[in-house]
């Protein structure tokens, strides 16, 4: 008798112009690395028909095709939180999400953006002093980033968006989960680099599609490291920038790795082995014929 047909899977990704994204691979290929049948697809809401016009349309028609999850990126993450049944506990103080399972019927809300930044902060630039880092932007992923230093034991954090009431919600939300810490918010870009020790990009300044810097190169200093949560391009023109300084740098790519790991875990149950994704996600960056979708 033949052994029972393992269950197969069905994920996306939801997002706006993400066309270069490598979740699809980096899932399906350490899933396939377990012998487990799984799809994973882009669903991006710049390229779907018109009549998919919100993301409340698209959540439903991904539980009406039976989707068993779906990571979700800039800029839905805090915008899908109050269409979801449930919220992690990190997902209810973040007010972010970035992973929803799906089991009978009912929507899970998860972020896994957190706990993947800890992990490239940790391998990437394990000795460098937390104690007082700058933070541009405060929108789903940065909830998550500055959570993260918190979590590692930044005690003065200063976050600077363009969209202040924006920096002011995540300053007042953060204090509130950690009142011992000075989490505050800056007028401008200098302002909030002033004595820093380190410095995270969590905008989307950068990006392929959002090109440029997000702050001026001469407010980078050596003593700074950088850390930008951008992965294509592997580096950015901040990263360029502060490289050329002699800043001690990481990109987005560890992030990207280990909360793709994190998801994968609670979509299926499975211990991925985050070097070997690390393995393939390298070797997927580097052929030539993946560089227009990377």
Known sequence: MSAPARKSYLLGLIGLGIGGSRSPFL???????????????????????????NLATLLGIVRALGFDGVNVTHPFKREIVPLLDELSDEATAL????????????????????????????????????????QLGAGGAGAATAYALLKLGTWQLTVYDANAARANELSTRLQALFPDRDITTASDAAVALRGAHGLVQATPVGMIGHAGSPIAPQLLDSSLWVADIIYTPAETALLAEARKLGCRTINGSGMVIAQAANALRL???????????????????????SVSAS
């Not at 896994?112 to 880092?133: C, H, I, Q, Y």
């Not at 979509?267 to 014929?289: L, N, V």
Request: glycine letters at 8%.
């Open 95 to 134: 007010g972010a999400v970035n992973t929803v399972v799906i089991r009978n019927g009912r929507s899970i809300g998860h972020n896994t953006d957190w706990s993947g930044f800890a992990a490239a902060m940790s391998a990437g630039l394990p000795d460098v002093s937390l104690r007082k880092v700058t």
């Open 267 to 289: 979509f299926t149950g499975i211990e991925p082995d985050i070097e070997r994704m690390r393995r393939s996600f390298e070797t997927k960056a580097s052929d030539p014929a």
């Open 27 to 53: 899932h399906e290929s350490e899933a396939a690395a377990h012998g487990l049948p799984l799809v994973y697809r882009l669903l991006d809401m710049a390229q779907l028909q018109p009549g998919i016009a």
